[in-house]
């Protein structure tokens, strides 16, 4: 089955700098990627994805990058803020119909945005 | 739209005790998936169902049941309560191709 492999564990970051999440897939089958953010005792909350057919994809401050032959993808937050300060999962999903299959997670990043 | 609900929130129950949680997916959602969360750790797949049937299953013991009604809200049962299966309990509905939104969860703790 799909492993995902999630780095770093922790990040701390000074407010406006960036922070860059990595992750890895052992499946060459998946093709739909989404990123989950998770505030302490809340749900996690989807906050971008991406699909096998695109390389890169941005939303405001947030971006996320696919090397489908390295078999790799990374979040990228720019300018970051206090409110950004959450665990960050990874997923990986095998089939394509994207979130409406099973989703293997990372471990996940505690990201703290210091002022 | 109330979204993913969830109950109950938090659940006290005994070693070898059997429990039921209870999911209501995101209005026009047909796909329901549960998931275990440990503490500290991401979510795991347990299983998935769709149209009242379980479509996929994780690496989880028959301890592990579940079941999808007409209405597309489902439930999840555990039997023979291990402490190891503390956790917080993730519901997850979908449509098609859409983002899967995920429930609060139930925390529940076994002693």
């Known amino acids: 089955g799909e492993n995902v492999e999630q780095h770093p564990s922790t990040l701390s970051v000074q407010e406006g700098d960036s922070a860059v999440i990595k992750c890895t897939y052992s499946?060459?089958?998946?093709?739909?990627f989404p990123w989950y953010k998770q505030e302490l005792g809340k749900r996690p909350q989807l906050i971008i994805d991406?699909?096998?057919?695109?390389g890169e994809k941005k939303d405001q401050r947030i971006a996320v990058t696919l090397n489908k032959t390295a078999k790799h993808f990374s979040l990228h937050i720019t300018e970051t803020q206090p409110e950004d300060s959450a665990v960050y999962f990874c997923a990986a999903s095998e089939g394509v119909t994207g979130g409406g299959n099973k989703l293997t997670f990372g471990t996940g990043t505690q990201l703290k945005v210091e002022l | 739209d109330a979204g993913v609900t969830q109950s109950p929130t938090h659940l006290i129950k005994t070693r070898g005790q059997q429990v039921t949680l209870r999911c209501s997916p995101k209005s026009g959602h047909d796909t329901v998936s549960w998931y275990q969360q440990a503490l500290g750790q991401g979510p795991q797949f347990i299983f998935q169902?769709?149209?009242?049937?379980?479509?996929q299953r994780g690496n989880f013991p028959d301890r592990f049941s579940g079941h999808q009604f007409p209405n597309y809200s489902s439930e999840l049962n555990v039997n023979a309560l291990l402490l190891g299966d503390s956790a917080l309990y993730l519901c997850?509905?979908?449509?098609?191709?859409?983002?899967?939104?995920f429930g609060q969860g139930t925390r529940l703790t076994v002693v």
């Open positions: 991406i699909r096998s057919n695109v």
């Open positions: 499946d060459s089958a998946s093709n739909y």
């Open positions: 169902y769709y149209e009242e049937e379980e479509r």
């Open positions: 997850a509905s979908s449509y098609k191709n859409t983002e899967a939104f």
